[in-house]
């Protein structure tokens, strides 16, 4: 069992600064991460956001219906 903590243990004292720049923006990406997950997945938002379920097959679809259109005009 002592290894394991041993293995977790952080000399706080040896880190540099290029090691607390990474500490802090993980700290801060995993909390911005954490606010849209919570933001997104609200069931009061869904009606909000329901509305761009499908938008890339759309998005999609009104391509294919200018290139069917541009045929057609051909």
């Keep these: 069992m002592n ?3 041993d293995f977790f243990r952080s000399d706080w004292d040896a ?3 290029t090691d607390w720049t990474g500490f802090w923006l993980l700290l801060v ?10 933001v997104t ?3 009061s938002n869904r009606d909000k956001f329901e509305q761009y379920r499908d938008f890339v097959n759309h998005e999609q679809d009104r ?5 069917s259109n ?4 051909k």
């Excluded at 391509?63 to 290139?67: C, F, N, P, T, Y």
């Design 3 to 5: 290894e394991v903590i």
């Design 15 to 17: 880190m540099t600064s």
């Design 29 to 38: 990406i995993a909390a911005i991460m954490v606010v849209i997950y919570v």
């Design 41 to 43: 997945l609200r069931p």
């Design 63 to 67: 391509v294919w219906d200018r290139e």
């Design 70 to 73: 541009n045929e057609r005009s």
